[in-house]
């Protein structure tokens, strides 16, 4: 999943080599808040950012108001180490009401995890928190789940904002870098102004259709405006690939300019050197990371001695029907994650929803994958499950279908030996 690149020693790196090349990696003590929009798998950009300061041998705090311990850990136990990571739970007794679905965690309870009893008292949270920040080293990374969080269970946008102006200023002082995630919709634009003035770094997530983009609304002593630009970003598994909108017609010509330059025996240096770009940005070219700009494509061409109207074929997706989804294509797109499940959006918007859950072998749940209560239909496409619904478990299988109207599944688990897959419409 790491994808971050080289940067210089003063510079950390976001763990994502497009973003790194496009603000030249953060600056220590960098404040960075995500304005989010559902559907634009902005934890992508969290777990690359943790894995990076997991190699990079740096602790992080994670603050979490948003989502349970346990789903927490699911989530990041595979890029992050005990040793390295803590985990300060203002969940269960925040938004989890104490219940004991949560409070179950407790009972034995991973190391490194810190449970706020009481996340609306603001100063005692602090509290805790700058108790936790005086015993780590300088350099550790942060990230706080959800400015929206806070503010849910703080109740006014003015208490949320004191508290990024007391906090800010101080991982500042602590020579980190702080994720600050903020859903935009559920915030005033004063709210968001605000944050703006205090903050170093604001990037923007959208969706528009089908396509994910990124751009910077703010970067403290940043000179180029190149990022400030909506730059077009695609996910495949935990790898993030970001492209400009002028280089959106070029995907993959990194792979098919490697294979040309191998074809014809030179190295990666030799071709850097031809066309004055870094080995090291070469690199990350041609394993798709990032992409050339048009005159350094056009040099890049005339040094392999190819036709650059070779890469501008169209592709399979834009000359499929409208109506018709590709599996292959519906499992490139960016997917959400619900615990140990992906979720991926077929359709929404309209009068049908649909989505495609996968939930790989001996994943489980202790609840029901949407939190929505509209009547859904679920058909089994793959897989060996079972399913308790109403205090009734039942074993199902590939072809089965499951219709919910009143009742909703307490608990789901993958039974058999590959990857279950679940079609539900709603």
């Not at 934890?43 to 300061?53: D, G, K, T």
């Not at 740096?58 to 311990?69: G, T």
């Not at 890029?79 to 969940?91: G, N, P, R, V, W």
């Not at 240096?269 to 990032?290: G, H, I, R, W, Y």
Request: charged share 25%; net charge neutral.
């Amino acid at each position: 999943m790491m994808n971050g690149s080289s940067l210089p020693k003063n510079k950390i790196s976001s763990g994502v080599a497009g973003l790194d090349t496009l603000i030249d990696g953060f600056s220590v003590g960098d404040n960075v808040v995500w304005e989010v929009e559902s559907g634009t798998a902005y934890s992508v950009f969290i777990r690359s950012f943790l894995s990076r300061a997991h190699q990079d041998d740096q602790k992080v705090i994670y603050v979490s108001f948003n989502r349970s311990p346990q789903t927490v850990l699911n989530d990041l136990n595979a890029i992050m180490s005990a040793e390295h990571f803590t985990l300060i739970d203002c969940f269960t007794s925040g938004k989890g009401k104490n219940d004991n679905t949560f409070l179950k965690f407790y009972e034995k309870p991973s190391p490194g995890v810190v449970r706020i009893e009481a996340p609306g008292d603001i100063e005692r949270f602090s509290a805790t928190l700058n108790a936790i920040e005086d015993k780590l080293p300088p350099g550790a990374r942060y990230v706080f789940d959800s400015l929206t969080g806070m503010q849910d269970l703080w109740g006014e946008e003015n208490v949320t904002h004191q508290f990024f102006t007391y906090m800010c200023p101080r991982l500042f002082d602590l020579g980190t870098v702080a994720y600050w995630i903020l859903e935009k919709e559920a915030h005033s634009p004063r709210f968001k102004a605000n944050l703006r003035h205090i903050t170093q770094v604001v990037f923007d997530l959208a969706k528009r259709k089908n396509s994910l983009f990124l751009k910077a609304l703010k970067l403290e002593n940043r000179q180029d405006r190149e990022v400030f630009k909506p730059h077009q970003y695609e996910i495949r598994g935990d790898t993030v690939t970001i492209t400009s909108l002028k280089r959106e017609p070029a995907t993959d010509i990194g792979s098919k300019l490697k294979e040309e330059r191998m074809r014809i025996g030179m190295s990666q240096k030799e071709l850097a050197d031809l066309v004055s770009l870094t080995p090291s940005f070469l690199s990350q070219m041609e394993s798709n990371q990032v992409s050339p700009s048009l005159g350094s494509f056009l040099q890049l061409c005339r040094a392999l001695g190819i036709n650059p109207g070779q890469f501008l074929e169209v592709s399979e997706e834009k000359t499929s029907a409208p109506w018709l989804v590709r599996r292959e294509h519906l499992f490139s797109r960016p997917f959400t994650r619900e615990e140990a499940a992906k979720v991926y959006e077929v359709t929404s918007g309209g009068k049908l929803s649909a989505r495609i859950v996968v939930m790989p072998p001996g994943a489980a749940m202790n609840r029901h994958f949407f939190y929505h209560k509209e009547e859904e239909l679920i058909y089994i496409l793959k897989g060996d499950l079972s399913v308790t619904v109403g205090g009734r478990e039942e074993r199902i299988r590939a072809g089965d279908i499951i219709r919910l109207k009143e009742s909703f599944p307490s608990h789901w688990k993958n039974e058999g030996g590959g990857d279950a897959e679940l079609l539900i419409l709603w």
